[in-house]
């Protein structure tokens, strides 16, 4: 099924419902699906980004933010994902890498994901996802638009990439025109600050317990609030939905004398419908994933009186920039803020940043006393897992954490 169709088919199922019937995150959803609907439309203008890219840049200049990952994602999580894979593979000859990067290629040389007018990326974490971008810029014949994240984390790092945001601008209104007005940038920082504060509360909340969401959907909620989607009231609000919800669930369902058992996920669940294995980790293997670390708000607020500023500190201040032990100290803290029980790490194929360190990371946590167990899977396609090897690896984890 393609991504337009995809789109379509979560916008009109769940717009179909009143607004308010909908809870937190079927809204999100349907902005999510929404949005990339718009992408497919020849009114308005697309930027493509890679993970991480400030979402905030698109809306100062009236870009529709295409996280093409984001959309493979999507496709995953209806289950329909499979097909745009054997595409990228069919292109690229290989399954060595990402499937949601063969979804990416699959849509670039198929003509499936929608036209990008720019594209924008800073180098962090995955340097496949910078290979789809440049191929995608050769592809469509658009400008690739990069701003550099050095790895060593000097005083100087923040003005070097300070001056390249500024420089950003200035390409952007050469394309697009002075839409980068003092009043413009307010209003966007207004608006993601204030998500950001919503969702610091939701993070809260998520590590005292669990939420009303499915744990698949859960784990979007920071990644999609934060850095798929342009920053407006409608996001603020549907972000405040997310919040009270979860309150409400929390108060109604106060946690149980049940002995479970809290976990820290490094990466994220599964992407594909896949209700058995989550009934199983749940009920049968009382494994609560409270937490994400990509669920994480590391970064610090926006100022308007100092916008490059600000965007190069929301670089920096990724835990994925710069030695491993900066992310090891980002896991470790987060496990103890909310006293994990222990930490399940995805290796997910094809993924080298994800996968090499391993060894290293399960030294880190064993040297603090934290049980940790690396699973090898693919988060987005079904075929690639070996489900009952993945349920003895957690049977024995469990075993474990009980000890």
């Known amino acids: 099924m393609p991504i337009k169709t995809v789109c379509k088919k979560l916008v009109d199922e769940l717009g179909s419902n009143p607004w308010d019937a909908l809870d937190g995150i079927s809204q999100l959803t349907y902005r999510w699906a929404l949005d990339g609907l718009r992408a497919y439309e020849e009114t308005g203008r697309n930027a493509w980004i890679g993970e991480f890219f400030p979402t905030e840049v698109c809306q100062i200049f009236d870009l529709v933010p295409v996280h093409v990952e984001g959309l493979i994602a999507l496709m995953f999580l209806d289950g329909s994902g499979g097909p745009i894979v054997d595409e990228g593979v069919k292109y690229t000859q290989s399954r060595d890498i990402c499937s949601f990067q063969h979804g990416g290629y699959g849509g670039i040389y198929a003509k499936t994901l929608p036209s990008p ?82 969702l610091l509360k939701i993070e809260a909340l998520r590590k005292k317990g669990k939420t009303p969401y499915h744990d698949q959907y859960a784990c979007f909620i920071t990644p999609v609030l934060a850095w798929y989607l342009g920053h407006d009231q409608e996001l603020v609000k549907i972000s405040q939905r997310i919040l009270k919800e979860i309150e409400a669930y929390q108060r109604q369902n106060p946690p149980s004398d049940e002995r479970r058992f809290k976990i820290l996920l490094m990466l994220l669940p599964f992407m594909f419908p896949f209700e058995p294995f989550f009934q199983w980790q749940n009920e049968q293997m009382k494994l609560d994933v409270l937490l994400e670390e990509m669920g994480d708000v590391f970064w610090r607020p926006l100022d308007p009186d100092k916008p490059f500023e600000s965007l190069a500190w929301r670089c920096l201040d990724n835990f994925s920039i710069g030695p491993l032990e900066r992310r090891l100290e980002h896991a470790l803290k987060l496990a103890k803020g909310f006293q994990a ?18 060894k290293v990371m399960k030294d880190f946590f064993s040297g603090h006393g934290i049980p940790f167990i690396d699973v090898d899977a693919d988060l987005g396609d079904s075929r690639n897992v070996d489900l009952s090897a993945i349920k003895s690896r957690l049977e024995g984890f469990l075993s474990i954490l009980k000890s």
């Not at 790092?157 to 390249?164: D, E, V």
């Not at 209104?173 to 920082?189: D, M, N, Q």
């Not at 930490?343 to 094809?350: A, K, P």
């Not at 993924?351 to 391993?358: T, W």
Request: aromatic share 12%; proline share 5%.
């Open 117 to 198: 007018d720019v594209i924008l990326r800073f180098n962090v974490l995955c340097d496949g996802r910078e290979k789809i971008l440049h191929v995608a810029s050769h592809e469509y014949k658009k400008p690739y638009l990069y701003v550099d994240v050095p790895d060593t984390l000097i005083p100087s790092s923040m003005s070097y990439i300070a001056k390249q945001y500024e420089a950003l601008f200035k390409d952007l209104e050469r394309l697009f025109g002075p839409l980068a007005t003092e009043s413009k940038i307010r209003e966007v920082f207004h608006y993601s600050n204030q998500v950001r504060e919503n």
């Open 341 to 358: 029980d222990g930490i399940v790490h995805i290796s997910h194929w094809g993924c080298r940043h994800i996968i090499a360190p391993v």
